[in-house]
């Protein structure tokens, strides 16, 4: 088949971009990374790629939050772009940074009356953490997720809490299929019990202390889905903290998403 073409989408401060261009290629897709000035200055280039991808890092320092600068710079000069893209039937992926941006840019869960129905915040660390996390996919994830059931992927991010504008708000955002990607408990006999619908999950598992242990969410289309562990640290068995116990698999865990997306174009 001919290789799905996929951007990776960069700003200042993003650190990320040619490690997940690397994953994309690994799963059989054609990577090119683009400073985000190239889009704003013709942003056409859009229609040259199915899949699009933000990745990690600390767009623009992250100096007023998380993604809020890259996500206001893609609020309001390609807001219109982006819509098409994903009503196109193609792909948008975010990674940790890449989450925040999608979701504080209102493409991942538009605004309602009472504004923006979700947002990522400060860890209940307030500190900047860095581990290795278990995840359970709850539902239907969309393309990236397709034949996946959990992962063990690392995490490396400050602002990474999902919180719910309230109790209500975040019942609707369960029972309408968003919360794909939940925090499972890393010892493998509680996961076996886990219910990530009533159970607290309690730190180091659920590592920034997320609403209903949210990990990552999708969308009401299922093709755009945004995440804060990062798949893309984790595709070669190599990459397993304990690969040299022979805790790996034949493949990292994250490979699978990358893979997911291409085949979706097969």
Request: net charge negative.
């Given at each position: 088949m001919t290789k799905p073409n996929v951007l990776i989408l960069r700003a200042p401060g993003t650190n990320c971009d040619q490690e997940t261009g690397f994953a994309f290629e690994q799963a059989g897709g054609q990577a090119t990374i683009l400073h985000v000035n190239r889009v704003l200055e013709n942003a056409s280039l859009l229609d040259d790629f199915q899949i699009l991808c933000l990745p990690g890092g600390f767009s623009f320092g992250d100096d007023v939050a998380a993604g809020r600068i890259l996500a206001g710079v893609m609020q309001r000069h390609l807001a219109d772009e982006l819509r098409k893209f994903r009503d196109d039937g193609k792909l948008i992926l975010g990674i940790c940074n890449g989450f925040q941006v999608l979701i504080k840019s209102g493409l991942l869960l538009a605004d309602d009356q009472q504004g923006p129905p979700a947002t990522l915040t400060w860890?209940?660390?307030?500190?900047?953490d860095d581990?290795?996390?278990?995840?359970?996919?709850?539902?239907?994830?969309?393309?990236?997720?397709?034949?996946?059931?959990?992962?063990?992927?690392?995490?490396?991010?400050?602002?990474?809490?999902?919180?719910?504008?309230?109790?209500?708000?975040?019942?609707?955002?369960?029972?309408?299929?968003?919360?794909?990607l939940r925090y499972a408990p890393l010892d493998a006999a509680a996961r076996a019990d886990f219910n990530p619908d009533s159970d607290i999950l309690p730190t180091p598992d659920n590592p920034n202390g997320s609403d209903a242990s949210v990990a990552g969410i999708r969308d009401a289309t299922g093709r755009v889905l945004g995440l804060m562990p990062h798949p893309e640290r984790h595709i070669d068995p190599t990459h397993h903290p304990r690969w040299t116990r022979g805790e790996a698999g034949e493949q990292g865990d994250g490979l699978a998403m990358f893979q997911g997306a291409?085949?979706?174009?097969a």
């Open positions: 860890n209940d660390s307030g500190r900047f581990r290795w996390v278990r995840l359970s996919v709850q539902g239907d994830g969309g393309p990236f997720l397709s034949g996946v059931s959990e992962m063990y992927l690392p995490i490396a991010h400050a602002e990474g809490k999902f919180v719910a504008r309230d109790e209500a708000t975040l019942e609707q955002l369960r029972s309408a299929g968003h919360l794909v291409i085949n979706y174009f």
